[in-house]
Each structure stands twice: as structure tokens, then as C-alpha cells.
T-cell receptor, first 113, second 111 residues
Framework: ETGVTQTPRHLVMGMTNKKSLKCEQH?????MYWYKQSAKKPLELMFV???????ENNSVPSRFSPECPNSSHLFLHLHTLQPEDSALYLC????????????FGPGTRLTVT | EDQVTQSPEALRLQEGESSSLNCSYT??????LFWYRQDPGKGPEFLFT???AGEEKEKERLKATLTKKESFLHITAPKPEDSATYLC????????????FGTGTRLQVFP
């Protein structure tokens, strides 16, 4: 595997379900990010982890819970989501201090029914 | 408030028809401006970083330029494979790990 991978690529879940998104980076980076991408809206930063510590939480609702067990893996745990949470969720990684040169995964297309 | 605005929202070009995409920004103390390309079903792919007014970067048919208020992505003699959404972002001066993105320009190049 190379670059940044995300699983699953597509996810349909009910409002009462609990699911997790997984991201893995194979680039030796030490910072990882979760973004939300909705139609007609800019990419929205959700969480930033640097050296496995959360450094940014962009006022995201508590129904989204991130986890970064090590510098290569990032999870986004989902529970009791709302239909407006349907979006493309993107993971990215970078070297700490080089936030602009972020490498993105292909994303997980999430649909909440 | 820091903000990035991209125009046009969508652009249709014939193959070989050169054009420019615009990214205007309002941010106090620009630390960097970045261009990404996003293909359908994929994550954004990093293209260029620009740090100061007057700076230019080139890659194949793409050239990015920067002024104090805006950046342009010039596409010279585009090909159908240049079709994608082009995203512009600025680095937040208050939170260096945070990129502020525009909504993008969806480019379609027809043969």
C-alpha cells in the first residue's frame, strides 16, 4: 500500500448505528487530519493530530469521536449521526510544520439514512 | 474573518483553449497559498505552494501566480485529462496546521 488509504470507501448507516472510519498513511508523516467535504461547500477541517495528540478540534459535534493510536493510523468513530452528516470524509497526513503539503486519501462517502 | 473565494464555479473549455482560474483571499498575514487538484471519487492532490506576491510556479500546462489579494491558475492549451476540480487554500496565520479552502472551480476540457 502506498500513500494514504481509507476504509470503507462507501458507508450507509442509520441514525442509530455506530460505525468507524479508518485511515492509514504509509508516508512516514507525523500529523494527520480529518476533513468533511459537502457539495457546494469548502473542505471543512474537523480534527488535527500532531505526534498522536489532538491539537485542533474545530467545534465538531460529539457524535464524531476521533482516535489516533499511532502516527500511521487515524479513526473516526461515528454514533447517532444526522442526515446532514452525509458527506465525503477525507483523511490527510503531513509532516508536522508542513501543513500545506498534505496528502489526502480517497475519502469515505458516508450516507446517513 | 479569513476567507477564500474561487471563480468561476465551473469552466468549460475546448481542448487547446487557454484560460485562468481565480482565487481571491482575505487573510491577515498570508503564510502561504496552495493549489490542489481533485478528481471525482478521489482526494485532493497537492499541486503548488506560493508564499509571496510575485512568486510563480509551473507544472506542465499549469502556472500559478500570486499577488497581494489573489492567485491565478493559468492553464495553457489544456487537454481533456486536465478536467478536474481545482481547489485553492490559504494557511491560517492563527493556526498553522489549518488550511482554509475555497469551494473550487470545476474544469471540463472537451476534445
Amino acid at each position: 500500500e502506498t500513500g494514504v488509504t481509507q476504509t470503507p470507501r462507501h458507508l450507509v448507516m442509520g441514525m442509530t448505528n455506530k460505525k468507524s472510519l479508518k485511515c492509514e498513511q504509509h508516508l512516514g508523516h507525523n500529523a494527520m487530519y480529518w476533513y468533511k467535504q459537502s457539495a457546494k461547500k469548502p473542505l471543512e477541517l474537523m480534527f488535527v493530530y500532531s505526534l498522536e495528540e489532538r491539537v485542533e478540534n474545530n467545534s465538531v459535534p460529539s457524535r464524531f469521536s476521533p482516535e489516533c493510536p499511532n502516527s500511521s493510523h487515524l479513526f473516526l468513530h461515528l454514533h447517532t449521526l444526522q442526515p446532514e452528516d452525509s458527506a465525503l470524509y477525507l483523511c490527510a497526513s503531513s509532516q508536522m510544520g508542513l501543513a500545506a503539503e498534505q496528502y489526502f486519501g480517497p475519502g469515505t462517502r458516508l450516507t446517513v439514512t | 474573518e479569513d476567507q477564500v473565494t474561487q471563480s468561476p464555479e465551473a469552466l468549460r473549455l475546448q481542448e487547446g483553449e487557454s484560460s485562468s482560474l481565480n482565487c481571491s483571499y482575505t487573510v491577515s498575514g498570508l503564510r502561504g497559498l496552495f493549489w490542489y487538484r481533485q478528481d471525482p471519487g478521489k482526494g485532493p492532490e497537492f499541486l503548488f505552494t506560493l508564499y509571496s506576491a510575485g512568486e510563480e510556479k509551473e507544472k506542465e500546462r499549469l502556472k500559478a501566480t500570486l499577488t497581494k489579494k489573489e492567485s491565478f491558475l493559468h492553464i495553457t492549451a489544456p487537454k481533456p485529462e486536465d478536467s478536474a476540480t481545482y481547489l485553492c487554500a490559504v494557511q491560517s496565520p492563527r493556526a498553522p496546521d489549518k488550511l482554509i479552502f475555497g469551494t473550487g472551480t470545476r474544469l471540463q476540457v472537451f476534445p
